[in-house]
């Protein structure tokens, strides 16, 4: 379903001669593919699923704000800008994301469920929010809520 509508952008933006998605949607498409190649190993020929997408379009998001905080270190504001306007498009084909009260209920259900009792289990409690919650919630703002909890 995501591949369709990442093509269905592609086709709309090239239409709608608007670069900056088109570029972005092939960057996007690009990453797809090869995440495509390197599950074949594993017996994965129809392409990852959507959860692995998900999963990669949340890292391609982390990557361009860690490089808006460089160029803006370095001064290349014009260049942070671009950046946020790709995190702008990646961002339509993401489920809407958990907001902070969501996130620190969806945590204390995974901990409950999993039993964890102090930060020893921070690896399988992040294990189980990215399995159950890919795609929807920021793993880094979790991150902090679940060393919070347990710690």
């Keep these: 379903m995501l591949r369709q509508q990442l093509n269905d952008a592609l086709k709309a933006a090239m239409l709608g001669k608007d670069t900056r998605t088109v570029s972005t949607v092939r960057l996007i498409l690009a990453a797809l593919k090869d995440r495509d190649i390197a599950a074949r190993p594993r017996g994965v020929t129809e392409g990852i699923s959507d959860d692995e997408i998900l999963s990669m379009l949340q890292s391609m998001i982390k990557q361009r704000r860690e490089s808006i905080a460089l ?23 993401l489920p809407v994301q958990f907001s902070a009260e969501e996130t620190l209920a969806a945590v204390k259900d995974i901990i409950a469920e999993i039993g964890a009792q102090g930060l020893k289990d921070m690896g399988r409690t992040m294990a189980a929010l990215k399995e159950r919650y890919a795609g929807r919630m920021d793993f880094t703002k979790a991150s902090a809520v679940v060393k919070q909890q347990l710690g």
């Design 71 to 93: 160029y803006e270190q370095g001064g290349r504001l014009e260049l942070a800008q671009q950046e946020a306007e790709e995190i702008t498009i990646i961002q339509r084909f």
